[in-house]
């Protein structure tokens, strides 16, 4: 394998290497599964940490400047940071020396915020506006100035508040916290009294799952966000950003995840002493005036550090209706994200996404569901998306996501239409919650891989042989995540899909779109949601039989695919096969009035 990826070195992608040579893969993963795991390993590792990074411009502050310091542009949110001009020269020079550099800036009200900087090369992937470009390109040695601000935005902070269905005087306490001292500081920017904002800031923390305020803050600026990055190489990030020691940086990491001074000794191997010693450093570097407005330091450090190091940065506000919400699981531990497209008075209906795509409904298949009267609720899986990873047993987590939707959303029974990889967490939401479940549809539902597998295709050639073992699946989606640029990704596409229905819903600029923005938003963060479900199947998954009936069960077909494997292995009886004429992988885009009809 590691001939074979230095051999696509002229390639722009490694990954092209899959859609090219596939049967020269397939022939060295057959034959050495462990150097191929190390050698995809070792590809990803050279590759940049996140592919398609998609933000919101409102998190974001921009200018562009000289080297001397003088302003050649500023947007509106730049100058609201910096009402008087702030003395970047140091930095300027830095970057226009060494390259592109992340580093704290001091902005209005003493405030600290993290800044990218960097020259014209360096920011042509950033999608600037028309003015910031003119003012670049028009003279030499000016430089971008990149600033991280999610917490400064009112209409994020409304959006966040929304996502955690904050009432409107918890809201207006969320958004005061972010950079009042103290709680009693903040009850009075809320306006709301001592002991009610107590009882309020107990209620947010349930709603976002979190036990402390610094852990709360970190949480808001992830919603803010819709954060890429997943806080794993924090104390990295603090080290190099912000100009702490290693030590340091550690210590502040783990009391910007919510834990206590003897909690993070106790972690570190650390006395409390030294704990505090640490972060009384880390507050003093980074002027950072307390725990909490560290962790709202350091989580939009994350935020801009993810999308600047990707290889491509997609800007601009999400389309698409429905509510985004954010809830926190059974036992509070995790959180789940999931997209509530209404109305609130019809039958609820969770529509799974499939193993890289389907966050969002398209809106044929909105209308083509609340038409037939139903609620579509998109949910997450974990892993996916802004849904935490599983820290168990993959499908009993992902059937606990599901119940806790139903409880948080004060749902009675709901409707589930499941398809593909997803199929396992659906039959595990049948068996351990049998009373919350109404009506099941499995549209080409995935089957073990014991079964002997007919199809011919290229993704289920790929399926057979990298994802059949357990220890290549990981390193494998890793591979693929850190190349999915939108130009990969549409490669990708023709490449998999093979149905005709599908190539000609791909030939729509707009489809793709959708689909492409859709799969770098449910994988940018992480692989632990692809790899963890391709996991369930590598190890040899198999459905619990049962004898019972259920009725109202549908095994959906498209036709457009070959080599269904017959359903008897669902283990189901009175199962109703049905199928849906000359579709194929997205039925969401060519079929929405097919789906909508399997629940009459």
Not at 462 to 474: E, G
């Amino acid at each position: 394998m590691s001939e074979l990826l230095r051999a696509s070195a002229s390639k722009s992608a490694p990954i092209e290497l899959l859609l090219d040579s596939w049967s020269q893969v397939e022939d060295a993963v057959l034959a050495d599964t462990g150097h191929a795991r190390d050698d995809l390993a070792a590809a990803s590792s050279a590759l940049p940490p996140i592919a398609g990074a998609i933000s919101d411009r409102r998190a974001l502050a921009t200018a562009v400047m000289t080297v001397a310091g003088q302003v050649c542009f500023a947007d509106a949110a730049y100058r609201e940071l910096f009402p008087d001009v702030a003395d970047l020269r140091p930095l300027l020079k830095r970057a226009r020396r060494e390259g592109p550099l992340v580093s704290l800036v001091e902005g209005v009200a003493a405030a600290a915020f993290t800044a990218w900087i960097g020259d014209a090369e360096a920011a042509a992937r950033w999608p600037l506006d028309p003015e910031a470009k003119a003012a670049l390109a028009a003279g030499p040695d000016r430089l971008v100035v990149v600033v991280g601000a999610p917490s400064r935005s009112s209409e994020l902070a409304r959006r966040a508040a929304r996502v955690l269905d904050l009432t409107a005087l918890e809201a207006r306490l969320a958004e005061a916290l972010m950079f009042a001292p103290n709680l009693e500081v903040a009850a009075a920017d809320a306006g709301v009294g001592r002991e009610t904002a107590r009882d309020a800031l107990r209620r947010i923390n349930a709603k976002a799952g979190v036990r402390r305020t610094p852990e709360l803050i970190g949480r808001l600026i992830g919603v803010m966000c819709v954060a890429q990055a997943n806080g794993e190489d924090d104390a990295a990030l603090a080290e190099t950003a912000f100009g702490l020691t290693p030590a340091e940086a550690r210590v502040g990491a783990q009391i910007a995840r919510g834990l206590t001074a003897p909690e993070t000794a106790q972690a570190l191997g650390l006395s409390p002493e030294t704990v505090k010693t640490h972060m009384k450093a880390v507050l003093h570097k980074t002027g950072a005036k307390g725990a909490k407005d560290f962790a709202r330091l350091l989580g939009e450090a994350r935020e801009l550090v993810a999308v600047a190091s990707a290889s491509e940065s997609v800007f601009g506000e999400e389309e698409g209706g429905g509510r985004l919400r954010v809830i926190a699981s059974l036992d509070g531990a995790r959180r789940i994200a999931l997209i509530d497209y209404g109305p609130y008075d019809a039958q609820p209906v969770l529509v799974f996404h499939g193993a890289a795509a389907g966050r969002r409904l398209p809106d044929g298949l909105r209308q083509a569901l609340i038409g037939a009267g139903l609620r579509p609720i998109v949910v997450q899986r974990p892993g996916f998306g802004l849904t935490d990873p599983a820290g168990g047993d993959y499908t009993a987590t992902a059937a606990a996501d599901m119940a806790a939707v139903v409880e948080r959303l004060r749902l009675r029974k709901v409707h589930l239409l499941a398809r593909d990889t997803g199929t396992p967490s659906a039959l595990a939401f049948a068996q351990d919650y049998p009373d919350l479940l109404d009506r099941m549809v499995l549209m080409n539902p995935h089957p073990p891989m014991h079964l002997e597998d007919q199809r011919t295709t290229f993704v289920a050639s790929v399926q057979r042989h990298l994802l059949r073992n357990p220890d290549l699946v990981v390193a494998f989606a890793e591979f693929l995540r850190r190349q999915a640029t939108t130009r990969l990704l549409e490669r990708i596409l023709f490449k998999a899909l093979e149905a005709e229905a599908d190539l000609r819903a791909l030939e729509d600029p707009a489809v793709r779109q959708f689909l492409i923005r859709d799969i770098q938003a449910m994988c940018a963060r992480s692989v632990y949601g692809f790899a963890a479900e391709h996991a369930v199947y590598a190890n040899d998954w198999r459905p619990t039989p049962t004898a019972a009936r259920h009725a109202g069960w549908v095994v959906a077909q498209s036709t457009g695919l070959t080599g269904h494997v017959e359903p008897s292995w669902i283990g189901v009886r009175d199962l109703r096969i049905v199928e849906i004429p000359d579709a194929g992988v997205l039925p969401q885009f060519t079929h929405p009035a097919h789906l909508a009809a399997l629940f009459a």
